[in-house]
């Protein structure tokens, strides 16, 4: 079992920045894939980035150049770089953890709102 929880959700304006922060409740050094998700209301969850256990990454064309992902098996936690926030940025973002085997992990989820 692996416990996530999101932190560094809030309120920004079109064009600033925000951090976000996912802490994992133990080791990751084993979990496959860590990868933040956002969900717009209304709609689906969607992929927004992930580093592989080995450092490969990966991100949504709508947030490549402007989002960046940053896994720490040293510390148990993997961030959210967002710089250059678009009002269509607005959503719920999601921590996931899919490990090597059996289901995946998510987190409850922080709330990013980016203002016109």
């Known amino acids: 079992q692996v416990q996530l929880v999101e932190s560094g959700g809030g309120l920004v304006q079109a064009g600033g920045s925000l951090r976000l922060s996912c802490a994992a409740s133990?080791?990751?050094?084993?979990?496959?894939?860590m990868a933040w998700y956002r969900q717009h209301p209304g709609k689906q969850r969607d992929f927004v980035a992930s580093?592989?256990?080995?450092?490969?990454?990966q991100y949504a064309d709508s947030v490549k150049g402007r989002f960046t992902i940053a896994r720490d098996n040293a510390k148990n936690t993997v961030d959210l770089q967002m710089s250059g926030l678009r009002p269509e940025d607005t959503a719920v973002y999601y921590c996931?953890?899919?490990?090597?085997?059996?289901?995946?992990?998510w987190g409850q989820g922080t709330q990013v709102t980016v203002s016109p």
């Open positions: 133990r080791s990751i050094s084993g979990i496959t894939v």
């Open positions: 996931n953890a899919v490990p090597p085997h059996g289901s995946d992990y």
């Open positions: 580093e592989t256990r080995r450092g490969a990454t």
